[in-house]
């Protein structure tokens, strides 16, 4: 499935589209980075309420497919000029961290 | 590339700026992309200098790393001039972590950085001596 359609599917909100036609494959969720940093796969989608530029950095790394911002935390100027600059998908929603993955794995 | 003449890098650490650390990373892993090389390899060397240049930015106030890749492996030396660590067997353990609770709430100071280094790379070697600094060697066999 497509970026773009976990994002119609899922009614996320935009913050950052840089590739809406690029495969997700699998999910992965967590605050920690450094332990997101040792175990999201390339191309999952990363469910998080970190919203510091750091987060952006891993999913670069690791080649993410996207970061959901969940639980409506909202992401400042900087992290949306970052994933534009990095050109990374980031998307938000008001659900929490277990919805959004109760329906990633639905519709995966 | 033959091995006599390694490809080399090096890159400045900035330890002011943790919102930027991680931008040689970044940079290492869009070289190594260029080059061609295997995507696992590419993402085993991504995951552990990135624990260490975000080690060097916590816990160092910066430092320097050199990457040098072979027809065989990728290694890097990060070093610093940093407190030094004083327990490094105590330091590799997962969880340990003396990360100020400013770093915890930004995702990081979960104390998995170096055991992250350690199961992501094929050969790690830490020299540190306390009040002088740091020296962590790390290679990916490609
Ligand atoms: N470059 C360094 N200079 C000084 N101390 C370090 C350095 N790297 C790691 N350490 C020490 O080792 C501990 C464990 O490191 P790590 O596993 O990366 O966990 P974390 O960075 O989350 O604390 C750190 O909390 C710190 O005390
Ligand atoms: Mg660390």
Sequence with gaps: MTVNSVCEKLGLGVCNLADGEREVDGVYAGDLLSWVMGHAECSNVLVTIMSNINTLAVASLLDLSCVILSESVKPDKEFADTAKEKEINVFTSSLTTYELCAKLSEIL | ?142
């Design chain 2, 1 to 142: 590339m033959d091995n006599s003449a390694p490809l080399e890098f090096h890159f400045v650490v900035d330890g002011n700026d943790f919102t930027s650390a991680g931008e040689a990373s970044v940079e290492v892993k869009k070289i190594l992309r260029r080059i061609g090389l295997d995507s696992e390899v590419i993402r085993r060397v991504s995951i552990a200098m990135y624990e260490a240049e975000i080690n060097m930015v916590i816990h160092a106030g910066g430092g320097e790393a050199d990457v040098s890749v072979t027809t065989d492996r990728i290694t890097l030396v990060m070093t610093d001039k940093g407190p030094g660590i004083a327990d490094i067997e105590l330091a590799m353990r997962e969880g340990y972590s003396t990360a100020p609770d400013n770093i915890r709430s930004l995702g990081f100071g979960a104390g998995m950085g170096l055991p992250n280094i350690k199961r992501y790379t094929d050969e790690l070697h830490i020299e540190s001596e306390v009040g002088k600094g740091t020296k962590i060697t790390m290679s990916v066999n490609i």
